[in-house]
């Protein structure tokens, strides 16, 4: 009904209605790594936390995530990097900060199993709705363009 009546936009933006600040890949860092430190205090920390235009959002995914361990010497090191697409830069917080939970849970739970669901919940209880709505955020993007930051219409 809200796609059909052209409501979608006005739905969105009475809900969410700014952007997030966090628009630097030096303030995503520090966003990821408080959200981890906070629900996540016994996981490895963050080696590297970025935005990246490489990311097809519509075809691939909204973020990645990578854990890559290797021997050096007699030391084993590992490094966990998170990368969300650059068009996350200018949503409201509650969308990056669904996108981050989610790319976190990985870490813990590779697949999207229940034990992962449960997980992304434990850090963020709106987890489902925020993903629901980000998804209608995507359809908007796909039929009327952004709602937030430069290039705003519909």
């Known amino acids: 009904m809200l796609i059909e009546h052209n409501e979608l936009g006005t739905y969105l933006i009475n809900k969410y209605p700014?952007?997030?600040?966090?628009?630097?890949?030096?303030a995503l860092?520090?966003?990821?790594?408080?959200?981890?430190?906070?629900?996540?205090?016994?996981s490895q920390p963050l080696s590297k936390v970025q935005y990246d235009g490489k990311i097809n959002i519509l075809n691939d995914a909204l973020g990645q995530h990578t854990f890559v361990s290797r021997v050096q010497g007699t030391k084993l090191k590992s490094k966990n990097e998170i990368r969300i697409a650059s068009m996350f830069r200018s949503v409201p917080e509650a969308f990056l900060r669904m996108i981050v939970v989610h790319e976190l849970a990985h870490f813990k739970e590779k697949a999207h199993n229940k034990a992962f669901y449960q997980l992304c919940l434990?850090?963020?209880p709106d987890y489902h709705q925020l993903e629901?709505?980000?998804r209608l955020y995507l359809i908007h993007i796909e039929q009327f363009g952004k709602?937030?930051?430069s290039g705003r219409t519909g």
């Open 18 to 26: 700014t952007a997030h600040e966090y628009t630097t890949d030096k």
């Open 132 to 134: 629901l709505d980000l």
């Open 29 to 42: 860092y520090a966003y990821t790594t408080d959200l981890k430190n906070s629900t996540m205090k016994k």
């Open 122 to 124: 434990h850090m963020e």
């Open 147 to 149: 709602l937030y930051g």
